[in-house]
C-alpha cells in the first residue's frame, strides 16, 4: 500500500478529524440555544462549546489508546499532549480573549473612531473543554470499533 493510500487508511486520524468537525457543527446548535441566531460562520471560529481541539485530541488519544493498548507509551504521551492542549484552551487562551476584549473597549475609549476590534473569542470555558473532550472519544472509538477505517468505509460503498 502505497504512503498516500496509508493515510486513508488511519482510523485513528479520521475519526479523531471526523470528532473536531462534529464539534465545530455542534457550535452551530449550541450557538442558536444559547442567542436564538443561527450563524453558519461560527463553524470557522475557534472558541465556544463544544472545543474542537479537545475533540480532536481526546479523539486521537483513545483511538491511539485502543489500537496500541492503554498501557503503552505512546498513548502516555497522546495523553500528555491531550492535557496540555485542553489547559491552554481553558488557561492560556481564555486570557488571551479576555484581554482582547478589554483592549477593544479601551481603545473604543480613548478613540471612538478607532476600528481597532481584536478577536475574543480564542479560548475556552472549562465546560466547554469537558464537553469537547467526551465528544472526542465518543465519536472515535465506536467509528473505529463497528466501523473501521475511511479505506474499509470506501471499500463498503464501492462493493
Known amino acids: 500500500m502505497s504512503e498516500f493510500a496509508?493515510?486513508?487508511?488511519?482510523?485513528?486520524?479520521?475519526?479523531?478529524?471526523?470528532?473536531?468537525?462534529?464539534?465545530?457543527?455542534?457550535?452551530?446548535?449550541?450557538?442558536?440555544?444559547?442567542?436564538?441566531?443561527i450563524r453558519f460562520g461560527i463553524i470557522f471560529e475557534t472558541g465556544g462549546m463544544p472545543s474542537s481541539?479537545?475533540?480532536?485530541?481526546?479523539?486521537?488519544?483513545?483511538?491511539?489508546?485502543f489500537e496500541l493498548g492503554f498501557d503503552s507509551s505512546t498513548f502516555a504521551l497522546a495523553i500528555?499532549?491531550?492535557?496540555?492542549?485542553?489547559?491552554?484552551?481553558?488557561?492560556?487562551?481564555k486570557s488571551?480573549?479576555?484581554?482582547?476584549r478589554e483592549i477593544n473597549k479601551l481603545s473604543k475609549k480613548l478613540d471612538p473612531?478607532?476600528?481597532?476590534?481584536?478577536?475574543?473569542?480564542?479560548?475556552?470555558?472549562?465546560?466547554?473543554?469537558?464537553?469537547?473532550?467526551?465528544?472526542g472519544p465518543l465519536i472515535t472509538l465506536p467509528g473505529m470499533v463497528f466501523i473501521g477505517s475511511p479505506l474499509k468505509i470506501f471499500n463498503l460503498i464501492i462493493n
Not at 80 to 93: C, E, H, K, N, T
Not at 113 to 135: C, Q
Open 53 to 65: 481541539h479537545s475533540a480532536l485530541i481526546t479523539g486521537a488519544a483513545s483511538g491511539i489508546g
Open 80 to 93: 500528555a499532549v491531550s492535557l496540555i492542549v485542553m489547559y491552554d484552551a481553558s488557561g492560556v487562551r
Open 96 to 100: 488571551a480573549g479576555i484581554q482582547a
Open 113 to 135: 473612531k478607532s476600528e481597532l476590534n481584536l478577536k475574543d473569542t480564542l479560548g475556552h470555558s472549562k465546560f466547554e473543554v469537558i464537553v469537547g473532550s467526551l465528544l
Open 6 to 37: 496509508a493515510l486513508f487508511d488511519n482510523s485513528v486520524l479520521f475519526w479523531s478529524l471526523l470528532s473536531c468537525l462534529l464539534a465545530q457543527f455542534f457550535k452551530i446548535i449550541f450557538n442558536y440555544f444559547s442567542t436564538g441566531k
